[in-house]
């Protein structure tokens, strides 16, 4: 039978070690669940760790140690690797994909997007219309 959970929560940016720690640990795959369901939002480590029964600095402790990773960490990636199926498929402002994805200024999306993906927005989407099929 397939876990839909595990299809549900994919992602290609994050390391295959992460997913799997984050889909063993009931807590951080709440965690991880909201942020998805909520990805253009405001996402709150007091809402996360609320999911998890836990206090924000415990929680924020416990992710880490389980997962590999921070909870802001993965917050970044999965709002960049949201903005990826845009810039691969539709033309529109960099600014507004910045408001989709849950960023307050479109300075902060490219720095974060530059961090994650080791260019710009407007690079990647350069690079993916040209790139040989």
């Known amino acids: 039978m397939l876990d839909t959970t595990q299809v549900f929560f994919r992602s290609r940016l994050l390391a295959d070690d992460v997913q799997r720690r984050i889909l063993y640990y009931p ?9 998805r369901e909520h990805i253009g939002e405001p996402i709150r480590l007091e809402t996360a760790a609320a999911l998890a029964g836990m206090t924000s600095c415990a929680f924020s402790r416990y992710f880490a140690e389980k997962v590999g990773i921070t909870f802001s960490t993965l917050v970044k990636t999965l709002r960049i690797e949201h903005a ?3 810039l691969e498929e539709r033309d529109g402002a960099i600014s507004a994909l910045a408001a989709q994805t849950g960023y307050q200024s479109c300075c902060t ?4 997007f530059k961090d994650v993906m080791g260019q710009s927005p407007s690079e990647y989407r350069r690079r993916m219309l040209f790139a040989p099929r």
């Open 27 to 35: 807590r951080t795959l709440a965690a991880a669940t909201y942020v």
């Open 84 to 86: 990826l199926s845009f």
């Open 109 to 112: 999306f490219s720095r974060a």
